[in-house]
Nanobody
Framework: QVQLVESGGDLVQPGGSLRLSCAAT????????MAWYRQAPGSQRELVAR???????KCADSVKGRFTIFRDNAKNTVYLQMNSLKPEDTAVYYC?????????????WGQGTLVTVSS
């Protein structure tokens, strides 16, 4: 069974840092560009950061300069390094990736991990 498993969410004070992880598990042939989204209470899910190919990444304006997305191919894992966290970064964070197995292609979402920024 192919799945994305997230971890790293926590309660952190404003100005603090967290690193989220998202590991792809199962019989994987290849993983396409990976991305992080978030959804705050009462809000729609929004794109936070994504890979765009060629080793390049893009971040939402609201997190630019504070968040970084990067991948460890050996571990089939994508990370989201979050620095200078603000209360408005509070949300459930989800990773998303297109994964190819022997039998088919999956557009997968993780289960979500909660980040709370509060003093």
């Amino acid at each position: 069974q192919v799945q994305l498993v997230e971890s790293g969410g926590d309660l952190v004070q404003p100005g603090g840092s967290l690193r989220l992880s998202c590991a792809a598990t199962g019989s994987i042939i290849s993983i396409g560009n990976m991305a992080w989204y978030r959804q705050a209470p009462g809000s729609q899910r929004e794109l936070v950061a994504r890979e765009v190919g060629g080793g390049m990444t893009k971040c939402a304006d609201s997190v630019k300069g504070r968040f970084t997305i990067f991948r460890d191919n050996a571990k089939n894992t994508v990370y989201l390094q979050m620095n200078s966290l603000k209360p408005e970064d509070t949300a459930v964070y989800y990773c998303n990736a297109g994964i190819t197995t022997v039998s088919k292609y999956f557009d997968l979402w993780g289960q979500g991990t909660l980040v709370t920024v509060s003093s």
